[in-house]
């Protein structure tokens, strides 16, 4: 097989990961722009009548959510493959972790969907009072959030692992091993809740900033395929 048989040229698994990764990072801002202002921070009867008075832009937010945890999981894959000469348990172990925090993602957004239901007045739901169910609703945003961070901090064991592998191999500049491995130590700090809260716009910058870096250098530099080419026949032998 030859560099020019697309399924296995390192140029195409670059441009792939960075098209990949440019849209995974473009449908989550769409999200956090449709969901700006919609939850308000320990006010259920304004986040309440948000969710209802903006239902088609809350649902078009989350499924924005869902569609880049589609693209983040094709990362993941893209990522396994173009590391993998690097180092093949690393790379594999650094998809698992992605993985897992896009499970652990999909698996919040039930969350978002359940004010959906508390909120949407059906009949068996006539036992609470408003208060309640806007109380209730605001508490499952709360949830999500925290699910969310759970998910980070497997995002930051990824960001990690491809910051060494990027260090580590010999197609790829290394600046961007470091930021990785940086804002891989920034994903970690959601293990402590309130540290991350006071941190958190800087971890969101940094975090922005490398993603950004690693999909602009696949897409316009992609990888040094004679470089690339070496490394994974050591690898093999």
């Not at 560099?3 to 999200?31: E, Q, W």
């Not at 989350?62 to 348990?89: F, Q």
């Not at 940094?206 to 050591?234: C, D, H, P, Y």
Request: aromatic share 14%; glycine share 8%.
């Amino acid at each position: 097989m030859t560099d020019h048989t697309v399924g296995t040229s390192p140029r195409f698994k670059a441009r792939a990961a960075g098209v990949c990764y440019l849209f995974n990072i473009l449908t989550i801002m769409v999200a956090v722009f449709f969901f700006r202002g919609l939850i308000v921070s320990g006010d259920a009867a304004a986040t309440g009548a948000n969710v209802l008075a903006h239902a088609p832009l809350f649902r078009s937010g989350l499924a924005a959510e869902i569609i880049s945890t589609a693209w983040s999981i094709a990362v993941a894959t893209l990522l396994y493959g173009l590391l993998k000469p690097v180092n093949r348990d690393f790379s594999l172990l650094a998809a698992f972790f992605r993985l897992i925090a896009c499970a652990i993602a999909a698996f919040s957004y039930l969350f978002q969907l359940a004010p959906f239901i508390v909120l949407g007045g059906a009949s068996y739901l006539s036992a609470f009072k408003l208060e309640q169910l806007q109380a209730l609703s605001l508490l499952f945003f709360k949830l999500h959030s925290q699910v969310m961070n759970i998910s980070i901090v497997f995002f930051g064991f990824h960001f990690l692992l491809i910051g060494f592998l990027i260090l580590k191999s010999t197609f790829l500049p290394r600046p961007l091993g470091v930021l990785w491995a940086f804002a891989g130590l920034g994903g970690l700090i959601f293990l402590a809740p309130p540290l991350a809260t006071y941190l958190f716009r800087y971890i969101v910058a940094v975090g922005l900033l490398t993603e950004v870096s690693l999909t602009l250098w696949l897409l316009v530099m992609g990888v040094n395929v004679q470089r690339w080419k070496e490394q994974a026949s050591g690898a093999v032998e």
